[in-house]
C-alpha cells in the first residue's frame, strides 16, 4: 500500500525539490503539498495522510500551530519538523509538542527520506493484511484486548479510515471529515478492506460509548439498506433502536452492563435455514412461529437466535447469566 | 420408569416431557394435556432433527416454549407454556440425567421405556 506523505513549506522552490527528490521513493510513497498550515489541514481532510514533514516560519498557520492542530484531530499521524531556525530549544520545544522528528535545514534530502521510510514502517509494525471481512477482525483485536491504530482501506470504493484501540476498546475513529461513532459506523459497513496495524494508541480520549458489536449491528444495518452500495456517504448513522435485533441487543447492553458478554452477529444461510425448520416444526407443534431462541452448541461461545432478523444469531459468553438473560429474551 | 421424569413433569408450567434415543426413536413421552390436542411424534422428530448438534436448547415460540437437553443417552424434550422456571427445569434435567445413564449401563434404556 503507497502511503501519503504531505510536505508543508511556504517556499514553493522548496517543496519542488524534495518531491523531486523523493520520486526514487514512489514504490513507499508519495509526496502531498501544501503551502501553509491551514492548506495542510484541509489536505489532511481530504486524504489519507500517513506522515506530515512541515516547515515552521510560514505564513496564515505557522508550523506549531499546524502540530497542535494535528495532535488535536489527527494525533495518529507523526509529524516531523524541518527548520531553519538557530535557536537553541526550538528542537525540544518541537518535540513537547509532540513532533516525532527533527531535521534542521539544509539538510540532505535523503537524510529526510531516511526519517520519512522510518516513520512509515512502524504504520504497519503489526502487520498488513488484505481482504479481510471488517467486523470478524475487530471483535478479535477487542477480545484480544489489543492497544493498537488500524488503518483501512475499503477495497470496493477506496476510501481509507482509522480505527484507535486501547486495551480492546474502541476509543476512536476517523473516516475522511468525521469522527467518532459516525466514522466508526461508516468503516464497519465496508464488506472487505485491507488493513495495517500499527501497535499503540496514540488517542487519549474515548470518544466511543457505544459497544462493538452494536455499531457493528449498525453497520450491517447500512448494508442491509444498500448504503455501502452507495459508497458509504457521510450521513448521519441510523439510530440503535430501529431492528429488532438492534432493540434486544441494546436491552441486553442496559440490562447486563458492559461488558454483557454479547459477540459477533452472525448471518449465515445455514443458520438462516435452521433458524427457519425449528420456527416451521414449532408451528408444526401448535406453539406458533419461533421467537427467541438460546443455544448451546458446545462452542467456546453460545447463540441467541433471532427469528425476525433474517435468522441471525448473536454470539454469547457462556457466563452470561442465564436467567437474566432468558428474562430479557420474553420480554 | 415415569419415576425418574417425575420430578420434572412436576414442575409448574410443564406440559409434556419426551426422550428420543440417539437414533430419533420415541423412548418416553408423557403430557398433562389431552391426549387429543397433542401434536404427532413425527412433528417432534423434525424439531428434533432442526436442533441436531444442540447440546442444549431454550427455544421461545408464540405460544409457548421448548427446553431442549442432551442427555448423552438421548435427547430430552420438555414442553411448557410461556411462563415456566427454567432454571427449575435445568435443574430437574441435571438431576435425572444422571439417572438416565445409570438405566442405559444397567440394563439397556428400551427395556424400561413405554413405547
Known amino acids: ?331 | 420408569m415415569r419415576e425418574v421424569f417425575a420430578g420434572l413433569l412436576a414442575v409448574d408450567g410443564v406440559k409434556g416431557v419426551l426422550f428420543f434415543s440417539p437414533a430419533g426413536d420415541l423412548l418416553f413421552e408423557e403430557f398433562t394435556i389431552n391426549a387429543a390436542t397433542r401434536p404427532l411424534v413425527r412433528d417432534w422428530r423434525a424439531l428434533l432433527d432442526a436442533a441436531a448438534g444442540f447440546r442444549e436448547a431454550e427455544l421461545l415460540f408464540e405460544k409457548g416454549r421448548i427446553y431442549l437437553r442432551d442427555a448423552g443417552e438421548g435427547t430430552l424434550m420438555v414442553a411448557t407454556g410461556l411462563i415456566a422456571p427454567s432454571a427449575m427445569i435445568r435443574l430437574n434435567c441435571d438431576i435425572l440425567i444422571p439417572s438416565l445413564k445409570q438405566l442405559k449401563s444397567a440394563k439397556g434404556l428400551r427395556r424400561f421405556f413405554r413405547r
Open chain 1, 1 to 331: 500500500m503507497v502511503k501519503n506523505v504531505l510536505l508543508v513549506d511556504d517556499d514553493a522552490e522548496m517543496l519542488r525539490m524534495l518531491q523531486e527528490g523523493f520520486a526514487v521513493h514512489a514504490d513507499a510513497f508519495t509526496v502531498l503539498t501544501a503551502g501553509d498550515g491551514a492548506e495542510a489541514l484541509d489536505r489532511l481532510m481530504r486524504h489519507n495522510v500517513s506522515l506530515v514533514v512541515t516547515d515552521l516560519k510560514m505564513p496564515r498557520m505557522d508550523g506549531f500551530e499546524l502540530l497542535a492542530a494535528i495532535m488535536e484531530g489527527y494525533p495518529d499521524i507523526p509529524v516531523i519538523i524541518m527548520s531553519g531556525f538557530s535557536a537553541p530549544g526550538i528542537e525540544s520545544m518541537a518535540r513537547r509538542g509532540g513532533a516525532v522528528g527533527f531535521i534542521a535545514k539544509p539538510f540532505m534530502i535523503d537524510a529526510l527520506a531516511q526519517q520519512i521510510l522510518l516513520m512509515l514502517r512502524k504504520e504497519a509494525e503489526g502487520g498488513t493484511l488484505h481482504n479481510v471481512s471488517t467486523g470478524m477482525f475487530l471483535q478479535l483485536i477487542e477480545m484480544e484486548q489489543k492497544t493498537c491504530t488500524i488503518r483501512l482501506v475499503n477495497q470496493a470504493s477506496g476510501k481509507t479510515g482509522v480505527l484507535f484501540f486501547m486495551e480492546g476498546a474502541l476509543f476512536d475513529a476517523r473516516s475522511g471529515a468525521i469522527q467518532g461513532e459516525r466514522a466508526a459506523t461508516e468503516i464497519f459497513a465496508w464488506e472487505h478492506v485491507s488493513l495495517s496495524i500499527q501497535n499503540g494508541c496514540t488517542v487519549r480520549e474515548k470518544r466511543i460509548r457505544k459497544e462493538l458489536n452494536l455499531l457493528i449491528l449498525d453497520a450491517m444495518r447500512r448494508k442491509d439498506e444498500g448504503d455501502a452500495a452507495m459508497g458509504g456517504g457521510h450521513g448521519t448513522a441510523p439510530s440503535a433502536a430501529d431492528s429488532p435485533l438492534q432493540r434486544l441487543c441494546a436491552r441486553i447492553s442496559d440490562a447486563l452492563g458492559a461488558p454483557c458478554g454479547l459477540g459477533d452477529v452472525l448471518q449465515s444461510s445455514d443458520w438462516n435455514g435452521r433458524v427457519k425448520r425449528i420456527s416451521h416444526c414449532g408451528e408444526r407443534l401448535n406453539l406458533g412461529r419461533l421467537t427467541r431462541g438460546y443455544v448451546d452448541t458446545g462452542d467456546a461461545r453460545d447463540y441467541i437466535l433471532v427469528p425476525a432478523e433474517s435468522g441471525a444469531v448473536v454470539a454469547v459468553s457462556p457466563g452470561v447469566p442465564r436467567d437474566k438473560l432468558m428474562q430479557l429474551l420474553v420480554e
